[in-house]
């Protein structure tokens, strides 16, 4: 019922910048926690930053000050501006979207994940 449509990648040199996007759509009640993770080839997939409901934002230490997570509630959208990228922040990034969603006259948890957006950074 909840899709995220990821948007953004793509080739840059080191010390470029990308912004990735994604949107969620449906019946969404509310959003409790939205974030971006990656997946480099070989390794697993990692935070990137996370925005959690109601506590700070977070960020894992190898982007901290590079990459910065905003979210536009309104639009149910999050954003990852990443700035002087370098190499090994090639990877496939996918957000993730947690909260709940309307089911007839209900509603229940969701925690959905993005198709994934490649981001490859050459040296």
């Known amino acids: 019922q909840v899709q995220l449509v990821e948007s953004g990648g793509g080739l840059v040199q080191a010390g470029e910048s990308l912004r990735l996007s994604c949107a969620a759509s449906?019946?969404?009640?509310?959003?409790?926690?939205v974030g971006w993770y990656r997946q480099a080839p070989g390794k697993q997939r990692e935070l990137v930053a996370v925005?959690?409901?109601?506590?700070?934002?977070n960020y894992a230490d190898s982007v901290k000050g590079r990459f910065t997570i905003s979210r536009d509630s309104a639009k149910n959208t999050v954003y990852l501006q990443m700035n002087s990228l370098k190499p090994e922040d090639t990877a496939v990034y996918y957000c993730?979207?947690?909260?709940?969603?309307?089911?007839?006259?209900?509603?229940?948890?969701?925690?959905?994940w993005g198709q994934g957006t490649q981001v490859t950074v050459s040296s």
């Open positions: 993730n979207f947690q909260g709940r969603v309307v089911t007839g006259v209900s509603d229940r948890y969701f925690d959905v």
């Open positions: 449906g019946p969404i009640l509310s959003i409790y926690v």
């Open positions: 925005i959690p409901g109601g506590g700070s934002t």
